[in-house]
């Protein structure tokens, strides 16, 4: 039993964006003894996978004026970048409608956790730890935390700040092609692109951001070769444009009981907006506030039923690009250096000079035969934790102390964040954010909702 005298100590496992929110939160509410204890297998705190990118056409998603860290500060990265404006790396002016480079967000995120690690109160000791965390029991309220290099770490609470996870194979079987140096499994990876020619051809498997990443920086690069990119359903990401303000169809109503029911409501406000020569991503944002209430409403049924029928299109219309990324994807689809297919890969072999891939076209017995000099799995993030191969995860499961949601969409957890067991009860001592709430939330791994978790599990990690 933990010591109400001693300093309570919070273990933080990945500093990424998630990780460092939260430990930004606790460090901003601390006023008593506590040990904070970051481990972070990269040693980076900040950056994670989203903004550790070096390419400056990689942009956010999301304009400058919503992007703060600070829940109680909406204003405070737009002000943040403008003070920095016209310094290296750095737009010479910022506009609060920008689209700005990751890597400036990474930034941005490293010197706000700098700043509050400076200000935090005397009885705070805070641990950096460079480490890779293999297994984790729980004994008598007491988590231990065993390293990839044999270090033994001990907290009273565990935070899993995990994020994405990479994605599943493009053809679900083993096959000698994954084991080549032509294919590519995690394409956030600085090499994705090693051994690339300028005039090589090369298949992108997916057509989601990590795609779009990819395509923006071969542009970059200046590639000349043909890009293959396939997905299922051929469904793209949109481009965001500037819109009017629209009231949301769902202010002061009840929530839509059903997938179907949601989509006729969205449907007829689309058609309302557009009577109003008003752009149908302004009915889209306007679901935005209300989005974790719906999905939390549905029955793990209904929940089943839109993953089947509905994300693929909800997905590219809610989780649109900065207008610059869309117009380097036109330019390159205009030239025909890039092209999309819709369907299925059958077959991925590859030899000494390349890869020979057969796609099937969507609703249709036709093949496409492709020969590439890589193939890059952009498939997006696997939600199944409990089937990533990783020893933590393998621990965690054979333990019971996780399990997966109905629909395999994260860990299975309550919506603050806490952890449940095999059976379903709390562990009272692990908890997760982010990505990982996904079953539970489905909106969850936008910086919008990822700050408001972290300020409200700070709280409660640090409540006596």
């Not at 033994?152 to 599943?168: K, T």
């Not at 629909?407 to 309550?414: K, S």
């Amino acid at each position: 039993m933990a010591d109400p005298d001693l300093p309570r100590t919070i273990a933080i496992i990945g500093t990424g964006a998630s990780g460092t929110l939260l430990a930004t939160q606790l460090l901003r509410r601390a006023r008593g003894p506590l040990r904070l204890l970051l481990i972070e297998r990269t040693g980076e705190i900040g950056r994670g996978v989203a903004y550790s990118t070096s390419c400056p056409d990689h942009l956010l998603t999301v304009t400058a004026d919503r992007m703060s860290a600070l829940p109680d500060d909406p204003g405070h990265f737009l002000r943040w970048t403008q003070a920095h404006a016209g310094q290296l790396g750095f737009p010479a002016t910022v506009t609060g409608g920008d689209y700005l480079p990751r890597q400036i967000y990474g930034d941005y995120l490293q010197e706000v956790f700098a700043e509050v690690r400076a200000a935090a109160q005397p009885e705070v000791e805070i641990a950096d730890e460079r480490a890779e965390i293999v297994d984790l029991e729980i004994e008598d309220d007491e988590v231990k935390l065993k390293a990839s290099d044999g270090r033994l770490f001990d907290a009273d609470r565990v935070v899993l700040a995990i994020g994405n996870l990479p994605g599943e194979y493009p053809i679900p079987r083993p096959l000698p092609v994954y084991r080549s140096p032509r294919y590519v499994h995690i394409p956030w990876r600085g090499d994705a692109l090693a051994g690339v020619g300028p005039d090589d051809d090369i298949l992108l498997v997916g057509q989601g951001p990590l795609a779009t990443d990819l395509i923006v920086q071969l542009a970059q690069g200046g590639h000349r070769g043909t890009i293959h990119a396939l997905s299922r359903h051929g469904i793209r990401p949109q481009a965001h444009r500037p819109v009017a303000s629209f009231p949301s169809f769902l202010a002061g109503e009840t929530v839509p009981a059903t997938v179907r029911a949601l989509l006729r409501r969205v449907r007829a406000a689309v058609r309302g907006a557009a009577a109003q020569s008003v752009d149908w991503r302004a009915v889209i944002d306007g679901l935005r506030p209300y989005t974790q209430t719906i999905w939390r409403s549905w029955s793990w049924a209904e929940r089943a039923r839109f993953m089947r029928h509905v994300r693929p299109i909800w997905e590219a219309h809610r989780h649109r690009i900065a207008p610059q990324t869309a117009a380097v994807i036109e330019r390159f689809e205009a030239s025909g250096r890039l092209r999309f297919y819709a369907g299925r890969l059958q077959v991925l072999e590859a030899d000494e000079t390349g890869v020979h891939a057969l796609l099937r076209r969507r609703g249709s017995i036709r093949h496409v035969a492709l020969r590439v000099a890589k193939v890059i799995n952009c498939t997006g993030s696997r939600t199944d934790y409990t089937k990533y191969q990783h020893p933590l995860f393998i621990h965690l499961l054979a333990r019971g102390l996780i399990d997966h949601d109905p629909l395999a969409l994260g860990i299975n957890a309550l919506p603050t964040g806490e952890v449940l067991r095999y059976r379903g009860e709390p562990t009272g001592c692990l908890f997760t954010l982010g990505a990982p709430l996904k079953s539970v939330l489905w909106e969850t791994t936008a910086i919008a909702e990822i700050r408001v978790q972290a300020e409200a599990l700070a709280e409660r990690l640090l409540a006596r």
